[in-house]
Nanobody, 120 residues
């Protein structure tokens, strides 16, 4: 069993910053990819930023230069530093990980979601 616990969402004014964190725990052998997705009302879930265990990162065009993803492989933790936030960043943010456990082959896991609201 794997647990994904997120924290750090909230409300902020345009131009402000927030930092999201997500920790995975359980009988984990390997986490190849960890990252963040978001879903705004009436829209499909989209990838925001992902990071591989080898250090490669990928960002959505809309957040490049404003968001930074980082992870600690030893702690199975990923963070998303969000700066210069815009109203269009408002969404529920979901932590994502592709995890292999001691009893299961690799599969997707999701956090419970945390609300980020950017509004004046």
């Amino acid at each position: 069993q794997v647990q994904m616990v997120e924290s750090g969402g909230g409300s902020v004014q345009p131009g402000g910053s927030l930092r999201l964190s997500c920790a995975a725990s359980g009988s984990i052998l390997n986490i190849n990819v960890m990252g963040w997705y978001r879903q705004a009302p009436g829209k499909q879930r989209e990838s925001v930023a992902v990071a591989t265990s080898g250090g490669s990162t990928n960002y959505a065009e809309s957040v490049k230069g404003r968001f930074t993803i980082s992870r600690d492989n030893a702690k199975n933790t990923v963070w998303l530093q969000m700066n210069s936030l815009k109203p269009e960043d408002t969404a529920v943010y979901y932590c994502y990980a592709f995890i292999q456990t001691i009893i299961r082959s690799p599969r997707d896991y999701w956090g419970q979601g945390t609300q980020v609201t950017v509004s004046s």
